[in-house]
Nanobody, 122 residues
């Protein structure tokens, strides 16, 4: 079993940057693909970015491609989401999730963090 703790959210002005972290417990972290999702009030949970087991593959939603970068450090059991050029529409609760295989559907995730709130002021 994997437990995920997502952190790093906060209040930032439009155009600014934040780096989110997703830290996992357990020795099998490198066996999991890690994705980031977000959910804004009144909206469905939205896939943002994913990274494969050793970090060799990454994939992004069109809405964040070129602005967000996902990376991982398996020695630290941590995945990062660097978010640049933030916009007011990026305001949401951000979640990391773990799955055995790459995918972009929240139904395919096996484990979830509890979320971290990102608020972008205009």
């Amino acid at each position: 079993q994997v437990q995920l703790v997502d952190s790093g959210g906060g209040l930032v002005q439009a155009g600014g940057s934040l780096r989110l972290s997703c830290t996992a417990s357990g020795r099998t972290f490198s066996s999991y693909v890690i994705d980031w999702f977000r959910q804004a009030p009144g909206k469905e949970r939205e896939f943002l970015a994913g990274i494969t087991w050793n970090g060799g593959g990454t994939y992004y939603a069109d809405s964040v491609k070129g602005r967000f970068t996902i990376s991982r450090d398996n020695a630290q059991n941590t995945v990062y989401l660097q978010m640049n050029s933030l916009r007011s529409e990026d305001t949401a609760v951000y979640y990391c999730a773990a799955a055995l295989l790459p995918g972009t559907s929240f139904n395919g995730m096996n484990y979830w963090g509890k979320g971290t709130l990102v608020t972008v002021s205009s």
